[in-house]
């Protein structure tokens, strides 16, 4: 048995409680106070006792005196102890108890715990959540998207926000599959949480792709953001959000950086995500593009276990993520352990070190479109003067005057030539990049020459995806039928 009461009070209320049940020990929570002075003349709640074995109110102990700045009613909060069970209700005249911050635990009355304070909210980004949107949050079942749904589902009231759940079964894992839907459905009916729900058939898709491309992860990656795109499209939710953390996106970067990136690579996770009707990214600019979010990126993979903990809160665990299969499970199962040796904060240092690398990709991000706009030349060059322009979607054309190229640095050049390509549609590498530049006679001195790569006037060269670049005496043009 248990109960909670003015800390002002403490030892009569003790004796108060081992009177009134007939119980020798007695189980004791403290309110924290929240405001300089707890003892507020205004606000008068009755503390009523739970019982541990039925969790139902016992007896009424002592009247406790709370600060008014407690929104709620009631607190449904667990204890990560073996002797408490679930704190169930306070009833107050005016507001309520939002938090018990300190817990004396009955195998050691003398230690106190504040790891429901630290636990109890987690880090959203609330700038992700306007006022008045709709909030699908997709959910697999695992312990993050259990977390953010809960967290959402709990702050919906004070956010001004309509909270929906959105899964996708993938065809894949078979029967732990069914019962992560399963979980699902019991967890949003029990909260009264309307689900979201497709079906996909990853391994029919993966049997029809040619070889070579897309993998299982990569596909089933494709068919979530089909499925965020029909539910936004569909006008079924203004916003998905998705429960990517702050372990998830060190994860990224870390893989980014084995694998070689550009800077935009190195800002890993961004928090928005604009997608066109068909799940593809879209240009932020487009009018029709539907908003994927991740509003989670702030909070390591302990908090959300402590998170779920403190509200005695199950989740599923896929059994996929337990094997080394993946490049991403071996990072997180080998490196991320070792690195934190070294930086134990390792998780926000590379999600710091991701959002640096995104504020200055949109800085140079910027700057590049207005060298494109200023240096690009549409269209193909024709005898006698002038250019011509191929109306048809079949074909895209654009080129560049080498001398004006010359001009800029060798960080602007590159930019330039991947701003081009990946407006037709081809992301290039650095490899690429490199073989323009050489073929355009622009290559760093210090770069090892290509035998591959003609250098002088009047020369082509083929790239992947259609892409194709021409030198002629004064211009590099790349052009592209897909």
């Given at each position: 048995m248990r109960v909670v009461f003015d800390p002002a009070k403490a030892s009569s209320c003790g004796r108060m409680w081992k009177r009134a049940v007939g119980f020798e020990e007695a189980q004791l929570l403290f309110l924290s106070p929240t405001v300089a002075?707890?003892?507020?003349?205004?606000?008068?709640c009755r503390c009523i006792a739970i019982s541990a074995a039925s969790s139902t109110p016992a007896?009424?102990?002592?009247?406790?005196?709370?600060?008014?700045?407690?929104?709620?009613?009631?607190?449904?909060?667990?204890?990560?102890?073996?002797?408490?069970?679930?704190?169930?209700?306070?009833?107050?005249?005016?507001?309520?108890?939002?938090?018990?911050?300190?817990?004396?635990?009955?195998?050691?009355?003398?230690?106190?715990?504040?790891?429901?304070?630290?636990?109890?909210?987690?880090?959203?980004?609330?700038?992700?959540?306007?006022?008045?949107?709709?909030?699908a949050v997709a959910v697999s079942g695992g312990a993050d998207s259990t977390a953010l749904l809960l967290a959402l589902h709990e702050q919906a009231a004070a956010f001004g926000i309509a909270v929906a759940a959105a899964h996708l079964h993938h065809g894949l894992r078979g029967a732990e599959a069914d019962a992560d839907r399963d979980f699902l459905r019991t967890l949003c009916r029990s909260k009264d949480i309307p689900l979201l729900e497709s079906q996909a058939s990853i391994p029919a898709q993966q049997a029809e792709a040619p070889?070579?491309?897309?993998?299982?992860?990569?596909?089933?990656?494709?068919?979530?953001?089909?499925?965020?795109?029909?539910?936004?499209?569909?006008?079924?939710?203004?916003?998905?959000?998705?429960?990517?953390?702050?372990?998830?996106?060190?994860?990224?970067?870390?893989?980014?950086?084995?694998?070689?990136?550009?800077?935009?690579?190195?800002?890993?996770?961004?928090?928005?995500?604009?997608?066109?009707?068909?799940?593809?990214?879209?240009?932020?600019?487009?009018?029709?593009?539907?908003?994927?979010?991740?509003?989670?990126?702030?909070?390591?993979?302990e908090q959300v276990v402590a998170f779920l903990q403190a509200r005695n809160q199950p989740w599923r665990e896929d059994s996929t993520n337990a094997t080394d299969a993946h490049t991403r499970n071996r990072v997180r199962h080998h490196l991320?352990?070792?690195?934190?040796?070294?930086?134990?904060?390792?998780?926000?240092?590379?999600?710091?070190?991701?959002?640096?690398?995104?504020?200055?990709?949109?800085?140079?991000?910027?700057?590049?479109?207005r060298l494109y706009t200023e240096l690009a030349i549409p269209g193909r060059p024709v005898r006698g003067g002038g250019r011509t322009v191929s109306t048809g979607p079949e074909e895209q054309t654009v080129a560049f005057d080498i001398a004006r190229l010359r001009t800029l640095d060798l960080p602007s050049r590159r930019r330039l030539l991947r701003l081009?390509?990946?407006?037709?549609?081809?992301?290039?590498?650095?490899?690429?990049?490199?073989?323009?530049?050489?073929?355009?006679?622009?290559?760093?001195?210090?770069?090892?020459?290509?035998?591959?790569?003609?250098?002088?006037?009047?020369?082509?060269?083929?790239?992947?995806?259609?892409?194709?670049?021409?030198?002629?005496?004064?211009?590099?043009?790349?052009?592209?039928?897909?």
């Open positions: 002075n707890p003892l507020s003349p205004n606000i008068r007896t009424l102990i002592s009247g406790i005196r709370i600060p008014h700045q407690t929104p709620r009613n009631r607190v449904p909060h667990s204890f990560a102890f073996k002797t408490f069970e679930v704190l169930r209700t306070f009833n107050a005249r005016k507001g309520g108890v939002q938090r018990a911050a300190l817990i004396r635990s009955k195998s050691d009355p003398t230690r106190y715990h504040h790891s429901m304070a630290k636990s109890s909210t987690l880090p959203l980004n609330r700038t992700l959540l306007p006022t008045g949107s709709r909030i070889t070579g491309s897309n993998g299982t992860e990569e596909l089933a990656r494709h068919a979530r953001l089909r499925f965020f795109a029909t539910v936004l499209h569909n006008k079924q939710a203004d916003l998905v959000a998705t429960a990517h953390t702050a372990d998830d996106q060190a994860e990224t970067v870390l893989m980014k950086l084995i694998r070689g990136a550009w800077l935009e690579g190195l800002a890993g996770i961004a928090p928005v995500l604009e997608l066109s009707a068909d799940g593809s990214p879209a240009a932020s600019s487009a009018i029709s593009a539907a908003r994927v979010i991740r509003p989670l990126l702030a909070a390591t993979r991320m352990p070792l690195l934190r040796d070294l930086n134990p904060n390792l998780a926000q240092t590379l999600s710091q070190t991701a959002e640096l690398a995104r504020e200055e990709e949109a800085r140079w991000s910027a700057e590049t479109a081009a390509a990946g407006r037709m549609g081809v992301p290039l590498t650095s490899a690429e990049t490199l073989r323009l530049l050489q073929l355009s006679g622009l290559a760093p001195t210090n770069a090892p020459p290509d035998p591959t790569v003609p250098t002088k006037p009047n020369s082509r060269l083929q790239l992947r995806n259609g892409l194709h670049a021409e030198r002629s005496v004064r211009e590099l043009r790349l052009s592209r039928n897909p």
